[in-house]
Nanobody, 131 residues
């Protein structure tokens, strides 16, 4: 069974940085795109950033553009989300998730920030931005 495990969350002051990691296992996940989502209390889960199976193409939600960077290491089997200039509204539980990214069904033909597109999820890591 494929698994995704997030780490790196914590408490940070506004304007600070955090680096989240998603370690994935299960050989089939080599053919999956990986995305980061977040969910704040009382709000719907929203997509933040996505990277394709090769790590060569990325996509960001407007809230993340210019501040967050997603990257993938297929040898170490990790996906990293570098978050800079954090704001209080970034406070949420952050999840990584995996969706199929086959050559005849590429991830970019779908809505990559729709949670229902993703088959596998991690347990989440809390990020709190507060002074």
């Amino acid at each position: 069974q494929p698994q995704l495990v997030e780490s790196g969350g914590g408490l940070v002051q506004p304007g600070g940085s955090l680096r989240l990691s998603c370690a994935y296992s299960g050989i089939s996940l080599d053919y999956y795109a990986i995305a980061w989502f977040r969910q704040a209390p009382g709000k719907e889960r929203e997509g933040v950033a996505c990277v394709d199976r090769n790590g060569g193409t990325t996509n960001y939600a407007d809230s993340a553009k210019g501040r967050f960077t997603i990257s993938r290491d297929n040898i170490e089997k990790t996906v990293t989300l570098q978050m800079n200039r954090l704001k209080p509204e970034d406070t949420a539980v952050y999840y990584c998730a995996a969706t199929i990214d086959y050559s005849d069904y590429p991830v970019w033909t779908r809505n990559v920030f729709k949670p229902n597109e993703y088959e596998y999820w991690g347990q989440g890591t809390q990020v709190t931005v507060s002074s």
